[in-house]
């Protein structure tokens, strides 16, 4: 019943930039944690970063200082802003959310990072 549904993924040149959005729609329980997960061809699907309702964040070292993962104004919502890509960023970006019956996953959005 739940659905969250990803945007904002594209093509991008190394060291540019890409803001990627997640919106949840349906009937859900309050959510505590949302968060956005990545999986590059042939390996395991990793945690990129996520954010508590209180707004603690967490986030992989291989992103630190480049990503910034905030909640929006609206009930449901998640950005992931994106700075200083690298090639090895590439992958299909999964969004997450955390209730306290289940949880949620989006679509995937692509994220390609090449010259």
């Known amino acids: 019943q739940v659905q969250l549904v990803e945007s904002g993924g594209g093509l991008v040149q190394p060291g540019g930039s890409l803001r990627l959005s997640c919106a949840a729609s349906?009937?859900?329980?309050?959510?505590?944690?949302m968060g956005w997960y990545r999986q590059a061809p042939g390996k395991q699907r990793e945690l990129v970063a996520t954010?508590?309702?209180?707004?603690?964040?967490n986030y992989a070292d291989s992103v630190k200082g480049r990503f910034t993962v905030s909640r929006g104004n609206a009930k449901g919502t998640v950005y992931l802003q994106m700075n200083s890509l690298k090639p090895e960023d590439t992958a299909v970006y999964y969004c997450n959310a955390a209730t306290r019956f289940a949880d949620y996953w989006g679509q995937g959005t692509q994220v390609t990072v090449s010259s």
């Open positions: 349906g009937t859900f329980a309050r959510i505590y944690e």
């Open positions: 954010v508590t309702s209180s707004d603690s964040t």
